[in-house]
């Protein structure tokens, strides 16, 4: 087991080449991690070995290094690799390869950590193989095809619907060291990509960028480039249809699936049809995978299954309704299709659900609830845990950020429940950047005007007890997302809505028409229960 700390570059796909010729593992280190959590991913591989990209070496301190004293951290300098370069190009013989198998392990993916520490993920070679090779097929991906990411290769969607998928069709695979909204579309243009990866928001901010034009011709740039399929997960229904439209993409490929398990949903769409869906199947496709999945009821307070209180089995929702994906195990073998987190059974067995229809069944628990509409479109719903009860009702962050981001001033949104004084449940928040011209000063403080419209734009579109009650002003760039740029809201859950804790952030909350400001003495009335709300 190897460690590999790298931005993206081509030294870091060589050095993994490497590794498996020889059967050895990698293990793709978030470039981003420091002190404990760099620590933890390292020991949790076993790996005695850390290669490190010369630009994060300086993430690698003396806390780090003094919790391993027994591994090795290598600095791939320019001088090291020249040295590497040197020797003379030799395939190692099959024999060190020989006990690799489709359900051998081909490398360790972390998870991103926003609910706790990373889990290192096993990844089969069965799974690079497919998901590499139906990916490619999906796409119709060709060897004269050129696939641009800027996504991190150590997480899964870059490495396996990118790398993986590229190898397979034996296209080109191009990248840059890490996502630049500014530069994404010159690379693009450089490479000659036709194929882009998107994760998270990342199709968000290049939406709120400003239009590029030719500093000569007075050209828009922002179609003149060759892509014809932008493939990831993540892209939310209300900047679905604007990317498309703006940047001239005829496919979107969005999918949704988990590192560490073995199922997948796909949505090819060329039109409004499936829109900011995740998957979409047919009668064949209903007929074979149809038993191997389940969506079931959750209590959000307890983020478990609902029993059923005389035969204590889960239940399925009802068809259209909101549930979290299940996919089934074989009972006395789930090793076979869920090999699970490297040295953690713990963490493991937690994704296993037992007697869930039946007694001795065995099911993989996504953590996911989606929704299966009639149309037999797949939609996201939210991440269990996110999901929050307000009067009695379950609230989902996904749905009431996909409103709240369709006001025309409202740049980007990430909504989560708080915790209130003297009140039961989460009420909604959400943080929002604003776009410029909605905001007035230097202080970036919103408009009244804008304040005005967006609250009644939510009354408008939101159940009364789906309202985002409270509303935090976020700067441009200042909102909290992983090195895929997916949202957490771990920090802004546990900071609430008490003004003390929200640094230089604006809050505001829900009167009447308006969001007006919420005060210090606003939040010492609820502290004092003289507010309810």
């Known amino acids: 087991m190897v460690a590999l700390d790298f931005q993206n570059t081509d030294t870091f796909v060589f050095l993994l080449l490497a590794l498996c010729a020889l059967g050895a593992v990698p293990a793709l280190i978030n470039h981003n991690l420091t002190g404990k959590p760099l620590a933890h991913c390292v020991r949790k591989a076993k790996a005695r070995l850390v290669l490190l990209d010369p630009l994060v070496a300086g993430h690698v301190g003396e806390d780090v290094r003094s919790e391993l004293s027994d591994v090795t951290f290598e600095v791939v300098t320019p001088e090291l690799e020249k040295q590497m370069l040197s020797h003379e190009p030799v395939r190692p013989p099959d024999a060190v390869r020989n006990d690799a198998s489709p359900d051998s392990m081909a490398m360790l993916i972390y998870t991103s950590g926003t609910t706790g520490l990373p889990k290192a993920a096993i990844v089969s070679w069965g799974k690079v193989a497919l998901v590499g090779g139906f990916s490619s097929r999906l796409a119709g991906t060709t060897k004269n095809d050129v696939f641009y990411s800027a996504m991190p290769l150590y997480h899964g969607t870059a490495m396996l619907i990118g790398f993986a998928h590229i190898l397979s069709a034996g296209g080109t695979f191009a990248m840059s060291r890490k996502f630049s909204t500014s530069s994404f579309w010159d690379d693009v243009r450089k490479h000659g990509a036709n194929i882009i990866l998107y994760v998270g928001e990342t199709c968000r901010y290049l939406l709120s960028a400003p239009e590029r034009k030719d500093p000569v011709t007075g050209e828009s740039l922002d179609r003149k480039h060759s892509v014809r399929v932008a493939f990831g997960n993540g892209l939310r229904p209300d900047v679905w249809s604007r990317f498309k439209e703006r940047f001239g993409i005829d496919t979107i490929v969005e999918f949704y699936g988990a590192t560490e398990g073995s199922f997948a949903t796909w949505n090819k769409s060329r039109n409004d049809f499936s829109m900011g869906a995740v998957g979409r199947s047919g009668a064949l496709y209903n007929l074979l995978i149809g038993r191997t999945i389940a969506l079931i009821e959750v209590d959000h307070e307890t983020a478990m299954p609902y029993r059923d209180a005389k035969t204590g089995f889960c239940r399925r929702v009802a068809a259209g309704e909101p549930g979290e994906l ?137 159940p009364k007890y789906a309202l985002p009650l409270f509303l935090r002003v976020v700067q441009a760039g200042g909102m909290q997302t992983t090195g895929t740029n997916k949202q957490q809201k771990t920090g802004l859950r546990s900071e609430g809505v008490d003004p003390s804790k929200t640094g230089s952030d604006q809050l505001f909350w829900l009167h009447g028409d308006s969001y007006v400001e919420f005060r210090p003495q606003d939040w010492e009335a609820l502290q004092g229960g003289r507010v309810k709300l």
């Open 326 to 462: 299940l996919f089934t195990l074989p009972p006395k073998d789930v090793e076979s299709r869920f090999q699970g987190y490297y040295g953690d059974k713990d963490a493991t067995s937690k994704k296993i659900l037992r007697d869930v229809f039946r007694k001795g069944d065995a099911w993989f628990r996504t953590g996911d609830v989606l929704r299966w509409d009639k149309e037999n479109r797949v939609y996201f719903a939210d991440r269990i845990g996110d999901t929050f009860r307000w009067k009695s009702e379950n609230v989902s962050t996904a749905e009431v950020a996909q409103v709240v981001g369709l006001h025309p001033d409202v740049q980007e949104a990430n909504v989560y429940g708080v915790a209130l004084p003297h009140h039961d449940g989460r009420a909604g928040c959400a943080a929002v950047v604003f776009e410029p011209s909605a905001l007035a000063g230097d202080g970036g403080r919103p408009r009244p005007e804008t304040l005005k419209s967006l609250a009644q734009h939510v009354r408008a579109g939101l």
